[in-house]
C-alpha cells in the first residue's frame, strides 16, 4: 500500500495541502513506473532483435490468446492503481477548499501582459509588469486563497515551485487554496500563449517567514524583507 | 502534368497529396529550425517577439494540418485500394475534389505571410477570446481560419472516399477480418476523421463568424466553449496522425522478421479501442481550465494503456522467433516503436491531472508531443516510405544513404526533445520568443537547437536519397522484400486499375505469406516422399 501524501510538519493548524509535497509523492510513483516501463521494453526489443537477427527459418507462432488476455489484466491493473494514486493526490488538491480557511487571500489578475496582485486585506496591488516589476509576497506554510481572474484573454497563473498552475479566464473567478512550503525568492510566468508579449508575463515570488510577511503587509507593501533577511 | 493533377486514380491523387505533404514538412521544419535559432540563447533577437508567434503558429499549424494528417490519408488512399485487391476506389471524384478543396486551403492560410497583420500567431488551436477579432484582427488571421476550415473540409471527403472503398471494393475472400493491419489502421483512421472533423469544420466557421462581429466565445463560458469543441477534434486528430504510421511500422516490421503481424485479433480489437476511447479523452487538455471533470478524464486517458500496451505485445511477439532483416525500413520501425514509448509514458504522466497542473503548457508538453509526432509518426512514415517505395516507383532507395539518414535523425531527435522533458518540468513555458537567464536553461537549449540541426541534415540525406534512387534506379521489382500483402502482387508501380493477373486466394491478413508456407510444405513432404525410395 502506497504511504500516504506527507505532511509539512510545521504547517499552521489550517494547512492541510502541501501542494510541492503532494506532487513530489505522486511523482514518486509515476517516474519509476514511466522509466521502468520505457527501459524494460526497450530492452526487451533491443534484446529480441539481436537474437533473432540471424535466424534463417522463422517459426510460424502467430497468436497467444491466454498469454495476451492475461497481459490485458496486468495493463488493467497497472491503469487502475495508477488512477487510485492519481485521484488520491487530485483529492487533496482540488478539494483545499473544503477543509481549510485560509486568513489570507489575494487577488491575482492576468491582463495582457502583466500580472496584478491585489491584497484585500491590506489594500496593496503589486504589478509585475515592465514599470515595477513587484513580486508576489506570501507567507510560508500558511493556506491562501487565490483568487484568479483575466481582464483580457486566457493566461495560465503558474508557479513551478508548488508545481500548480491554474488558467485565469476572462470574467470568471478561479478561486485555489495554496501552500508555499519553503521560504525563498522563485520565479512564475503565464502558461498559457495570451499574444505579443506573453514571454514577458513573469513574476518574482517571495515566500517569507511569517513576521516577515507581516512587516511587509504593515508597510503597505514598501518594506523589502527578503533583501536584508534570506 | 494537367491530366495528372485531374487523374482520379487514386494512385495519383494519393501521390499527389504525398508529394505536397512532403513539401509542407520541409517547410514546417524550416519554422523548426528558425524556433530553434532564436532560442539557441537567453533573450534572442533572431526573430522579434511578432515573428516568433508567427512562425511557431506556423510550424504547428502546417505540420499537423499540412503535413502528418494529409500524408496519413496519402497514404491510405494510395495502400488501402491495393491491399484489399480493389481495381480502384469509391467515389474517386470525391478525393479529388478533397485533394482540391485541401490545397486551396494550404494555400489560404499560408497566403497569411503576404498581410502586414501576419499570417496565424495564436498557436495551432488559436484558443478564443485571443483569436477573435478583438485581440488577433487583421485578414492574415482570417485566412489562418478559412485556410484550416477548407483543408478539413478536403481531408473529410479523402476520408469518405476511402472508407467507401473499404465498405465496397475489397476482393472477393477479403473479409474485414482478413484486412491487412495497415488497412485496419487505416480504417480506424479515416472513421476518426469522419466522425471529428466535422467538429473543426464547425469551430472554424464560428471562429469566423465570431471575429467578423457575432462574439461567440466570450467570457468563460464561451472560452470553455471553444476548447471543449476543438479538442473533440483536437484529440482523436492525433490519431489519426499516429496509426497509419503505426501501421507502416507494423508492417515493415512483419515484412523484416519474415513473420505474419503477431496477434491479428487482439490487434484488431485495439484499435477499435482505441478509437473509442480518442472521443471520450478531449478534456486532459482543460485540466488547469477548472472547467471540466478532471477525474473522468484522468479515468478514460489512463485507460489507454491498454490498447496501447497490446500493440507492443503483438510487436514482441512478431519479433520472437523471427527471421530478422536489419534494413532501413525496419530500423526506422524500431526507432518508432521504441521512441514513442517515451511519447507514451509522458502522456500517461500528463493524464494524470496533478502531474499535468505543472507540466500543461511547458516544454514537457512540447517534448511530449514531439516524441509522439516526430519520434513516432515520423519514423513510421519513414518506415513506410523504404518499404513502399519499391512499389511506387519500381525503384529501391539506396540502404546506405538510407541508414545514414537514420541515424542522423536517431540522434537529432533525441538531442532535440529529451531536454526538452527536463525544461519543462524545471519550469520553461512553451510559446515564449525569449527565457530569462536562469541555471541550465542556456545549455539545455543548446543541446535541443543541435539536435534540430542534425535532424536537419537527416532529412537532407533524405531527400538526397529520392533523387539518386530515381536517377539511378536500382529495379526493385514486384516483390523485393517478400512481402505478405497483396499490393506485392502486382507490378511496380502498379497499372491504372491496380491488378493485371487474377488475385491469389485470400485466406488471411497475410495471403502471400500463406502461399509461401504452403509451397515450403509441399516441397518438405516431396522432398521426404524422394530420399527414402531412393535408399531401398
Ligand atoms: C525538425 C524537427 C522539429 C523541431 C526542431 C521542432 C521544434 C519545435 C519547437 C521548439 C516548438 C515549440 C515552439 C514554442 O512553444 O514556442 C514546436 C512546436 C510544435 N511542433 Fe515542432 N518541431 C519539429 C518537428 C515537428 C513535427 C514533425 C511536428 C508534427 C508532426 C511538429 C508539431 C509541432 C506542434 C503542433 C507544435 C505546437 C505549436 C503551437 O504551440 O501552436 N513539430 N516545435
Ligand atoms: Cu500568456
Ligand atoms: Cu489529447
Known sequence: ?????????????????????????????????????????????????????????????????????????????????????????????????????????????????????????????????????????????????????????????????????????PHHTETVDLTFSRRGTFSGSCAEFCGLLHADMVFTVHVLSDSAFRTWAASGGKAAPWRTAS | ?????????????????????????????????????????????????????????????????????????????????????????????????????????????????????????????????????????????????????????????????????????RAPGMTTLRMPVFTWTALVSVLMVIAAFPMLVVVMSLLFIDRHGAHIFVNFQGSVDYQNLFWFFGHPVVYVMFFPYLGCAAEAVAANAHKRWFGYMAFVLSMMSFSVLSVSVWGHHMFVTGG????????????????????????????????????????????????????????????????????????????HFHYTLFA?????????????????????????????????LLIGTNATFFPQLILGYDGMPRRIANYPTHPGWQLLNDISSVGAGIIAVGVAVFLANLVVSLRRREAAGDDPWEGQTLEWWTTSPPPRFNFERPLPPITSYAPLLDLRERAAELAERAQEAQPRGAEV
Open chain 1, 1 to 169: 500500500m502506497p504511504r500516504a501524501p506527507p505532511r509539512e510538519k510545521r504547517l499552521s493548524p489550517f494547512a492541510l495541502v502541501n501542494n510541492r509535497g503532494i506532487y513530489s509523492w505522486l511523482f514518486s510513483f509515476y517516474a519509476p513506473i514511466g522509466i521502468g516501463v520505457v527501459v524494460l521494453y526497450t530492452l526487451i526489443i533491443v534484446v529480441a532483435v539481436l537474437v533473432y537477427r540471424r535466424r534463417k527459418v522463422p517459426n510460424r507462432v502467430h497468436e497467444a490468446h491466454r498469454l495476451e488476455l492475461s497481459y490485458v489484466v496486468v495493463l488493467i491493473c497497472m491503469a487502475t492503481g495508477l488512477l487510485y494514486l492519481t485521484y488520491t493526490a487530485e483529492h487533496k488538491v482540488d478539494d483545499a477548499q473544503a477543509y481549510e480557511r485560509p486568513a489570507l487571500s489575494i487577488d491575482v489578475t492576468g491582463a495582457r501582459w502583466e500580472w496584478l496582485f491585489h491584497y484585500p486585506r491590506y489594500r496593496i496591488t503589486n504589478e509585475s509588469g515592465a514599470v515595477g516589476r513587484q513580486p508576489l509576497v506570501v507567507p510560508v506554510n500558511e493556506p491562501i486563497a487565490f483568487h484568479i481572474s483575466s481582464d483580457d484573454v486566457i493566461h495560465s497563473f503558474w508557479i513551478p515551485e508548488i508545481r500548480f498552475k491554474r488558467d485565469a479566464m
Open chain 2, 1 to 169: 502534368m494537367i491530366g495528372s493533377l485531374t487523374s482520379t486514380d487514386h494512385k495519383r491523387i494519393a501521390l499527389n497529396l504525398g508529394l505536397m505533404s512532403l513539401f509542407y514538412f520541409v517547410l514546417g521544419g524550416c519554422f523548426a529550425l528558425m524556433i530553434r535559432t532564436q532560442l539557441a540563447v537567453p533573450g534572442g533577437t533572431f526573430l522579434s517577439d511578432q515573428k516568433y508567434n508567427e512562425i511557431f503558429t506556423m510550424h504547428g499549424s502546417t505540420m499537423i494540418y499540412l503535413f502528418v494528417t494529409p500524408m496519413s490519408l496519402a497514404l491510405a488512399l494510395y495502400l488501402v485500394p491495393l491491399q484489399i485487391g480493389a481495381r480502384a476506389v469509391a467515389a474517386p471524384r470525391v478525393a479529388l475534389t478533397g485533394f482540391w478543396m485541401w490545397i486551396f486551403g494550404g494555400l489560404i492560410m499560408q497566403s497569411g505571410w503576404l498581410s502586414t497583420g501576419g499570417p496565424g500567431q495564436d498557436g495551432w488551436f488559436s484558443y478564443a477570446p485571443l483569436s477573435s477579432g478583438t485581440y488577433t484582427p487583421g485578414w492574415g488571421m482570417d485566412m489562418w481560419v478559412l485556410g484550416v476550415d477548407l483543408a478539413a473540409l478536403g481531408m473529410i471527403l479523402i476520408a469518405v472516399s476511402v472508407a467507401l472503398t473499404i465498405a465496397r471494393h
Open chain 2, 292 to 367: 471540466v471533470t478532471n477525474q473522468y478524464f484522468a479515468f478514460t486517458s489512463t485507460l489507454l494503456i491498454v490498447p496501447a500496451g497490446i500493440e507492443y505485445f503483438d510487436l514482441i511477439g512478431t519479433l520472437l522467433g523471427g527471421a530478422i532483416v536489419m534494413r532501413t525500413a525496419m530500423l526506422f520501425a524500431l526507432g518508432f516503436f521504441v521512441q514513442f514509448l517515451i511519447g507514451g509514458a509522458s502522456g500517461i504522466w500528463t493524464a494524470s491531472p496533478v502531474l499535468d497542473y505543472h507540466a500543461y503548457g511547458s516544454y514537457f508538453v512540447v517534448a
Open chain 2, 376 to 408: 513516432g509518426s515520423v519514423f513510421g512514415f519513414f518506415a513506410g516510405v523504404y518499404h513502399w517505395f519499391p512499389k511506387v516507383t519500381g525503384a529501391r532507395l539506396r540502404e546506405g544513404l538510407g541508414k545514414v539518414h537514420f541515424v542522423l
